[in-house]
């Protein structure tokens, strides 16, 4: 999948914990590009998975992320997204810096994510929430241009998700 972005996207990845989406933004964007939720906990709590920070880190980060897009850089959001009110912010700050939002969705087997998730160290929740997330994340596929989204991709297998290209558009 050739996935095309605008040169001034706010680019929102889409993903249970587990879905790759960390390793997709370190692949494909430079690591100036990328505010991760978990790195911003980290800024403000000095602890990445102080679920009790999550707000004051997301303040910071889309902070940050309006100095960008009023500077004029392509900005990728690593948070989950699951959440519509999460989505929501996100589209708003890309609309209020005339920045295009744009959706990148993954979304493996649900099985990959848990797969994954086993193998960490430093998630603490449970299984469940794994679950909840990944359902979550498809259910919100049908209504992702509606909240504002001009752009949706939208990666469902593990061998999508490696083999995808990213190229910048004006
Ligand atoms: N991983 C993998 N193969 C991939 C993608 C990810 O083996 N193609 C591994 C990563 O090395 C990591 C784990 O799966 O150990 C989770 O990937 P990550 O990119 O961190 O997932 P996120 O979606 O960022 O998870 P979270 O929301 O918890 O940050
Ligand atoms: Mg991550």
Redesign the pocket.
């Known amino acids: 999948m050739k996935i095309e972005l605008p040169d001034l996207s706010l680019v929102c990845l889409v ?10 933004a370190a692949k494909y964007f430079r690591s100036t590009e990328v505010l991760s939720s ?1 790195a911003f906990r980290g800024w403000v709590a000095d602890d990445e998975a102080d679920q009790s920070a999550t707000e004051d880190a997301f303040e910071a980060l889309f902070h940050l992320a309006g100095v960008r897009l009023k500077r004029g850089r392509l900005t990728v959001i ?1 948070a ?1 997204h699951t959440r519509r009110e999460d989505r929501a912010k996100a589209v708003a700050l890309a609309r209020a810096h005339h920045a295009i939002p744009v959706a990148i969705v ?1 979304a493996p087997p649900a099985d990959v994510c848990l797969e ?1 998730h086993a ?2 160290e430093d ?1 603490r929740f449970s299984t469940r929430v794994v679950r909840n997330q990944h359902r979550d994340v498809l259910r919100s596929l049908k209504h992702l241009r509606r909240e504002g989204f001009r752009h949706t991709w939208v990666l469902k297998e ?1 061998e999508t ?2 083999a995808a290209t990213i190229a910048r558009v004006p």
């Open positions: 993903g249970a914990s587990g879905s790759g989406k960390s390793t997709f978990d690593d989950t993954l994954r193998g960490r998630r593990p998700i490696d």
